[in-house]
């Protein structure tokens, strides 16, 4: 099996698991309310981080001073 073939496989089989554990959480309401608390805790922590990080530094290599002596 070429390399290509096995990476397509293993992205279907990974997207299958995928779309089965998402069945699974969304159609039972005790798994559904904690997931749904996990996803709020990622938006709401991880995202924000993220993008001022890559505010940060698009700043940087904009070539101004910086954020923090300005």
Same mark, same amino acid.
């Given at each position: ?16 698991? *995928? #779309? ?5 959480? $969304?159609?039972?309401? @005790?798994?559904?309310?904690? =997931?749904? %608390? ?5 938006? *709401? #922590? ?5 993008? $001022?990080?890559?505010? @940060?530094?698009?700043?940087? =290599?904009? %070539? ?5 002596? *300005?």
């Amino acid at each position: 099996m070429r390399e290509q073939t096995a990476t397509n496989v293993a992205n279907v089989i990974l997207l299958a698991a *995928a #779309g089965a554990a998402t069945w699974l959480i $969304l159609g039972d309401p @005790r798994l559904r309310r904690p =997931a749904l %608390g996990l996803l709020r805790t990622f938006l *709401a #922590g991880t995202v924000p981080a993220f993008l $001022l990080r890559e505010l @940060r530094t698009a700043w940087e =290599a904009s %070539g101004e001073r910086s954020m923090m002596t *300005a």
